[in-house]
T-cell receptor, first 114, second 112 residues
Framework: GAVVSQHPSRVICKSGTSVKIECRSL??????MFWYRQFPKQSLMLMAT?????????EQGVEKDKFLINHASLTLSTLTVTSAHPEDSSFYIC??????????FGPGTRLTVT | QQPVQSPQAVILREGEDAVINCSSS?????VHWYRQKHGEAPVFLMI?????EQKGHEKISASFNEKKQQSSLYLTASQLSYSGTYFC?????????????FGKGTTLSVSS
């Protein structure tokens, strides 16, 4: 069964608004979670590493003030897309590592900004 | 340092075999294989670690040549359900448990 959940699965928002996406590890604790973004017919691109109890580490080119990440507990990381624009429309996927190296992905959140 | 996958696409009939390759320009600690169907998240298939340890689904096999920094995924007696895009991912750091860098994917289409 699923070991990582995401909510919501789909969201449509207006340009300029903010959207929060939750990522939960269901039956294990994850001190580290990762956020990826995938545009149509492209590969997954790492956005940031979410560390429980500390600041997230962002990849080059990813604006930390626009994509706010909070990893408040060992089972929950959130990604907030602030002041969303149509170019932020994408498939956002989180992952968590279980048993040291197995990385499991959540079901993804499809964001559409109108 | 994105790994390179080949071929880009494969078309099979049910029961046929395929091999998908993944190569990296940097030393690898592990290689991860995933399958993604349209509109869904990637599903874990297999992980191969430096030193020979493997973990994954019973019906999937793969190899990892540490010296050549290459991995191959072997799909035998393909089924319709095998259709999808296959991604290999390599550790971003030099140890397991780091974020993954994914190849561009190999699209597999299996028809009856």
């Amino acid at each position: 069964g699923a070991v990582v959940s995401q909510h919501p699965s789909r969201v449509i928002c207006k340009s300029g608004t903010s959207v929060k996406i939750e990522c939960r590890s269901l039956d294990f604790q994850a001190t580290t979670m990762f956020w990826y973004r995938q545009f149509p017919k492209q590969s997954l691109m790492l956005m940031a590493t979410s560390n429980e109890g500390s600041k997230a580490t962002y990849e080059q080119g990813v604006e930390k003030d626009k994509f706010l990440i909070n990893h408040a507990s060992l089972t929950l990381s959130t990604l907030t897309v602030t002041s969303a624009h149509p170019e932020d429309s994408s498939f956002y996927i989180c992952s968590a590592i279980r048993d040291s190296y197995e990385q499991y992905f959540g079901p993804g959140t499809r964001l559409t900004v109108t | 340092q994105q790994p390179v996958q080949s071929p880009q696409a494969v078309i099979l009939r049910e029961g046929e075999d395929a091999v998908i390759n993944c190569s990296s320009s940097k030393a690898l600690y592990s290689v991860h294989w995933y399958r993604q169907k349209h509109g869904e998240a990637p599903v874990f298939l297999m992980i191969l670690l430096k030193g020979g340890e493997q973990k994954g689904h019973e019906k999937i096999s793969a190899s990892f040549n540490e010296k050549k920094q290459q991995s191959s995924l072997y799909l035998t007696a393909s089924q319709l359900s095998y259709s999808g895009t296959y991604f290999c991912g390599t550790d971003r750091g030099n140890q397991a448990g780091t974020a993954l860098i994914f190849g561009k994917g190999t699209t597999l289409s299996v028809s009856s």
